[in-house]
């Protein structure tokens, strides 16, 4: 072999060496980059399925006050229902057992609100 030819072998194998740590650089620095990645749409997804989670406990509580809200209307709305009922049976029995009381009684009672409308 002639001096050339060692020269360019040797260059020929420089270059590829160079070559080789090159590529090993660039896959290292593509693991790097894929880890990263990974880590970074962990840590996304952590941060997702946390506010997921906070979002429907806060809207169970939401929905357990409405629920709690309307069962406390419900009871409000039957204990006036009762109560509205009650007394139509009170004014049906006072209309009944003494009709004429009861006809004076609403007589005066639209007297004073005629006096006081016209004030």
Known sequence: MTDEARTKDRVDKADRERLERDVLAVKNDIAALAKQVTDTLNAFVNSAGKRAQSSYTQA????????????????????????????ERTLEDAITQRPVATVAFAFGIGFLIGLFSRR
């Open 60 to 87: 169970r509580k939401n929905v357990d006050s409405v629920i709690d809200d309307v069962l406390k209307r419900n009871d409000a709305a039957d204990a006036a229902n009762g109560a509205t009922t009650s007394i």
